[in-house]
């Protein structure tokens, strides 16, 4: 019998959601960062195995929301609770924090799906600990398996996938083997110079910024892709430039670099910055940075 379904990952931001869905793959599909709030997009990775196909969501991290993008986030990802065959709701073992667990489950637990704790990052803490752990999450009564695991070390997945596909039913391929993620090019190689850009910045410059590829030229040997990013404010606008162009051209070289490994052929990216305030407010900018209610 092959089974198929459709199975979300929810959960607060940075508790490895993307680490995750990246490693069910195989494949890079999401960015990761060691920063919150790096995912900001709906993204679908697509399982495959001989009698099984899982199309995983990796969601946002649901947060307190200051503006229009992280609204928009909170939206689309409380969304992803609901159509779906089974919801993984994975929480940081390093990192307790009960009480925004609990906004997490007010949402999702009235929806009648089966529902997999996944306590992630057992690398983390000691044996006791996810004892002590594991006993908080068994009182809810709420869930139908808890499964610890690493995301990061790969350790406890393969266990945690049969226990997904126990609750899939018989169903359809419903994408070409061939395809991991749903999304274009465009959002891969965007991301990408996203993903550098907030492992180089500090504070409030990671959150203010988007990007996007204006262009994108693919012929045999290259990918040329002019891209731009958008800040806050004009003193981010410097920051990502740098001194003498430092910056960006750091951010370049490793975008570029990281683009090649994945696509294998070589990779050339300009960069152009633009200051636009409040851009996570205005929904117009938003829309153009993919960011809308799906
Ligand atoms: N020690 C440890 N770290 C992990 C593990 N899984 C993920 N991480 C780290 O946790 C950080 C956040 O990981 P992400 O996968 O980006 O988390 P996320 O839930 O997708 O975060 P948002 O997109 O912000 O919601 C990164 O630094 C990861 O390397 C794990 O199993 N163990
Ligand atoms: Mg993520």
Redesign the pocket.
């Known amino acids: 019998m092959f089974k198929s379904g459709f199975v979300s990952?929810v959960?607060?931001?940075?508790?490895?959601?993307?680490?995750?869905?990246?490693q069910f793959i195989g494949k890079k599909v999401?960015?990761?960062?060691?920063?919150?709030?790096?995912?900001?997009n709906v993204i679908r990775g697509i399982y495959n195995d001989d009698d099984c196909q899982i199309i995983f969501t990796?969601?946002?991290?649901?947060?307190k929301s200051e503006d229009l993008l992280g609204e928009i986030m909170n939206t689309n990802a409380t969304n992803e609770t609901k159509n779906v065959e089974v919801i993984l709701f994975?929480v940081?073992a390093?990192k307790k924090n009960f009480a925004s667990d609990q906004y997490i489950i007010d949402k999702i637990k009235d929806s009648k799906l089966p529902i997999i704790l996944v306590v992630?990052?057992?690398?983390?803490i000691s044996k006791k600990e996810l004892l002590d752990l594991l006993l908080h999450y068994e009182s809810f009564q709420l869930f139908n398996e808890i499964v610890p695991?690493?995301?990061?070390?790969k350790?406890n997945i393969d266990h945690l996938l049969e226990v997904i596909k126990s609750y899939l039913s018989e169903g359809p391929q419903y994408y070409p083997i061939t395809m991991v993620s749903d999304h274009p090019q465009s959002f891969t190689f965007a991301e990408t110079i996203r993903e550098k850009i907030l492992f180089l910045t500090q504070e409030e410059v990671p959150y203010s910024i988007g990007v996007y590829c204006e262009s994108i030229k693919e012929t045999e040997k290259r990918i040329t892709i002019h891209a731009i990013v958008l800040t806050n404010r004009e003193s981010q606008k410097g920051i990502i430039i740098g001194e003498n162009g430092n910056m960006l051209r750091k951010i370049t070289q490793i975008a570029e670099k990281d683009l090649k490994m994945q696509f294998n052929k070589n990779v050339r990216i300009s960069i152009y910055v633009k200051a636009y305030k409040n851009w996570r407010n205005n929904l117009r900018l938003l829309k153009m940075l993919g960011y809308s209610v799906e």
């Open positions: 990952l959960g607060r931001p940075n508790v490895g959601k993307s680490t995750l869905i990246n999401s960015i990761v960062s060691y920063r919150p709030q790096t995912t900001r990796d969601t946002p991290g649901i947060h994975l940081d390093s992630n990052k057992i690398d983390a695991i690493s995301a990061l070390k350790d």
